[in-house]
Nanobody, 119 residues
Framework: QVQLVESGGGLVQPGGSLRLSCAAS????????LAWYRQAPGKQRELVAD???????SYKDSVKGRFTIDRDNPKNMVYLQMNSLKPEDTAMYYC?????????????WGQGTQVTVSS
């Protein structure tokens, strides 16, 4: 069993910054792929960034250069540093943990934290 607890969302002005945090617990979480997804009202959930247990990262094109995902393996934490925020970044952000197996993946989700970018 894996549990994910997110924090750090809020209301910010365009151009501002937020740092999202996610604490992962449960067996197997230290070897998992960690990711941040987001979902705006009326839109599909989309992958924003992910990071492997070894620290390799990947980003959605629209956030490259503005967002940074990192993880602290000893603390079982994953972060999303969001800079130069734009109104189109407004969404519910979800922490995701993926356990990869030969016969399929196991996905776990946090409860979501709201990010609103507005003037």
């Amino acid at each position: 069993q894996v549990q994910l607890v997110e924090s750090g969302g809020g209301l910010v002005q365009p151009g501002g910054s937020l740092r999202l945090s996610c604490a992962a617990s449960g067996s197997g979480s230290s070897n998992a792929i960690l990711a941040w997804y987001r979902q705006a009202p009326g839109k599909q959930r989309e992958l924003v960034a992910d990071i492997t247990s070894g620290g390799r990262t990947s980003y959605k094109d629209s956030v490259k250069g503005r967002f940074t995902i990192d993880r602290d393996n000893p603390k079982n934490m994953v972060y999303l540093q969001m800079n130069s925020l734009k109104p189109e970044d407004t969404a519910m952000y979800y922490c995701n943990l993926r356990l990869v197996y030969a016969n399929g993946d196991q996905l776990y989700w946090g409860q979501g934290t709201q990010v609103t970018v507005s003037s």
